[in-house]
């Protein structure tokens, strides 16, 4: 009986090492800054496996402090991980999307592993977005308008927002970008109400969208 609950005991043990080893141990840490190489406060931080996109998952994400540091505190399966970082409100976008990626910026990579299960990488959000704002109106009595808004550019990549009157939106800098307007509405339907959009990075421009019915 002793003999058995021994077996028992060990057996256990091994099998409860053989699961700690299986077990996500990584950690991904580091800071973000911004173009210049300052620290960026309050930025959110995304790590995504190598070779896949975040249309396939949703991506495990933090912020960072008020020295741009940022640390997800464990839980990674070995392996490599893209790091991205966006902050919209200071005019840095989710790079990782292909509307606003830049395909001469790599993004940030660290590798997991069993001898180096912890990673450090500094994330810079690269350069700013422009940013478009406004209102969507009826032209003649300037309600607002429901409306999801199409941002496309001339690679076929797009964003879209969905909008109750007021909207505030990030574009690509440098890039010819076309709006489409679809109004929640039959007595509208789809406009292309303005001429392509180029903007420059930083550039904030105030756009009022006037709607006429059909």
């Not at 021994?6 to 099998?15: C, E, R």
Request: no cysteine; aromatic share 8%; glycine share 8%.
């Amino acid at each position: 009986m002793k003999f058995f609950v021994a077996f028992a005991l060990f057996a256990a043990t091994l099998f409860a090492h053989s699961q700690t080893k299986d077990k996500t141990l990584g950690n991904i840490k580091g800071t973000v800054t911004d173009q210049n190489g300052n620290p960026v406060r309050e930025a959110t931080v995304y790590a995504v496996p190598q070779d896949i996109s975040f249309e396939n998952l949703s991506p495990r994400s933090t912020t960072s402090n008020a020295a741009g540091e940022f640390d997800f505190r464990g839980g990674f399966a070995l392996g490599t991980y893209k790091v991205y970082s966006r902050k919209d409100s200071d005019g840095y976008p989710d790079t990782s999307d292909s509307f606003y990626a830049d395909p001469k910026r790599e993004p940030a990579k660290v590798e997991l592993t069993e001898d180096h299960p912890s990673a450090s990488a500094t994330v810079s959000l690269g350069d700013k977005a422009a940013v478009v704002a406004g209102h969507v109106v009826d032209a003649d009595n300037r309600t607002p308008l429901k409306a999801k808004l199409v941002f496309m550019d001339d690679d076929g990549n797009s964003h879209s927002v969905l909008v109750t009157g007021k909207y505030r939106t990030l574009i690509p800098a440098g890039k010819d970008i076309t709006l489409m307007v679809m109004v929640m509405s039959p007595n509208y339907g789809s406009q292309a109400p303005v001429p392509a959009l180029r903007l420059s990075s930083g550039q904030e421009m105030d756009m009022d969208i006037p709607l006429s019915k059909r």
